[in-house]
């Protein structure tokens, strides 16, 4: 609906009769302020640069025939600005009574800190500088909260009773069942289409059956336990961290904690148990999928499916299995906790949650990739 004249909100600035009037009229709401924000902080910073000393302050408001939370912001704005002139403090004039309060609290209010920080940009070497000293607080905290579910989760194995295990096993369900078409589903095309790719140089020497003892010892060592992690860790530590992260804003961690019960032990510690004992079976499903979509190609090829078989039974080895399931326990771990521990930090605000839940993500596949590597550093050190 259109304003009508006499709401349409106008700004105007007077420096005569030695002093600086800046007047107001119309409605200042939010539309209001949004139309005559710029102009109002054109008007204070250029057109008072040319005065001799400094005149009075005067905000004349007696035109003003609406007033809400968005004027007070403006006001607000009108005073740091002010201060930033020189103005030690500006006059109000021809206040409707029913705006008092807003404006007194719009202007007992310290002049607004971004008029300042906007103004002085950081150098890069201070953005490098303070986004670093954010790194180590948040890494500071992250190796805290490790530490409180690693002890948690010690004292909770030793008193399993106290475990809330109806909890655990629906959180397996949900995180392991649930999740078992989609890593099915990608395990199986991952074999597929590695075993096409290594068939093509390959068959130039006629060896199109070692493609079995490539997709064996990859899927079971490698591919099946990270590529089952990956998708726990954009599937599982998302929904841990917007699970916990509600919780957190909702302030129901603070009522548990009221109610004599430990966050940690209450919330993270079945989600870590249940994640790290359903990775590995999942992985065990990735393998068999991934060895399976191999079977299609070498099959395609002429051979035998028993001959397929024998290729990877005689090349991949128990300790290639281990190897691999061993991985699983750690990703299960890293997988829950960095979810949980996202979520238990977050913080207020609409858009809160989203944010943890996008740094669960990424924090949890980088964590997967770091300590893959360093699994493949130590088989190779250790001649596995």
């Excluded at 709401?7 to 030695?18: G, I, K, Q």
């Excluded at 119309?26 to 400094?54: H, M, P, Q, Y």
Aim: with cysteine.
């Amino acid at each position: 609906m259109p304003q009508s004249n006499i709401d349409a909100p106008r700004v105007s600035l007077d420096t005569t009769d030695n002093a600086v009037t800046l007047v107001l009229s119309g409605r200042i709401d939010a539309d209001g302020c949004a139309a005559v924000w710029k102009k109002t902080s054109e008007f204070i910073i250029k057109k008072t640069e040319n005065l001799s000393g400094i005149p009075p302050f005067i905000l004349n408001l007696e035109n003003v025939n609406y007033f809400d939370t968005a004027g007070a912001a403006l006001v607000s704005n009108i005073n740091g600005l002010a201060k930033k002139k020189g103005w030690d403090k500006i006059s109000i004039k021809g206040l409707n009574p029913e705006y008092s309060s807003l404006v007194k609290l719009s202007l007992d209010i310290d002049p607004l800190i971004h008029v300042e920080n906007h103004s002085a940009s950081l150098s890069f070497i201070e953005k490098k500088g303070d986004e670093f000293s954010d790194f180590l607080s948040d890494l500071g905290l992250f190796i805290t909260f490790i530490g409180e579910i690693t002890w948690a989760l010690f004292t909770s194995l030793k008193q399993p009773f106290r475990i809330r295990w109806h909890e655990t096993f629906v959180v397996a369900e949900k995180t392991g069942v649930d999740a078992l078409p989609i890593v099915s589903l990608i395990s199986f095309i991952v074999g597929l289409v590695m075993a096409f790719q290594a068939a093509i140089p390959m068959k130039m020497f006629g060896a199109e059956i070692y493609v079995a003892n490539l997709i064996g010892i990859a899927m079971v060592r490698e591919l099946g336990p990270l590529m089952t992690a990956i998708v726990l860790a954009g599937r599982s530590a998302s929904a841990f961290a917007a699970e916990i992260g509600t919780m957190k804003i909702n302030e129901e961690i603070d009522a548990l904690t009221v109610m004599g019960f430990d966050p940690v032990k209450f919330l993270i510690v079945p989600r870590v148990i249940a994640s790290t004992f359903i990775t590995p079976l999942l992985t065990v499903f990735a393998n068999l999928m991934g060895i399976l979509g191999g079977a299609l190609v070498i099959l395609a090829f002429g051979y035998p499916i028993i001959t397929y078989y024998n290729q990877i039974a005689g090349f991949v080895t128990w300790e290639d299995f281990a190897g691999g399931i061993v991985k699983c326990f750690v990703f299960g771990i890293l997988i829950a906790a960095t979810g949980c521990i996202k979520g238990y930090q977050t913080k207020q605000g609409p858009s809160a949650v989203g944010e943890s839940t996008t740094s669960a993500v990424v924090s949890s596949i980088i964590l997967i990739a770091v300590f893959d590597g360093i699994f493949s550093v130590v088989y190779y050190c250790l001649g596995i």
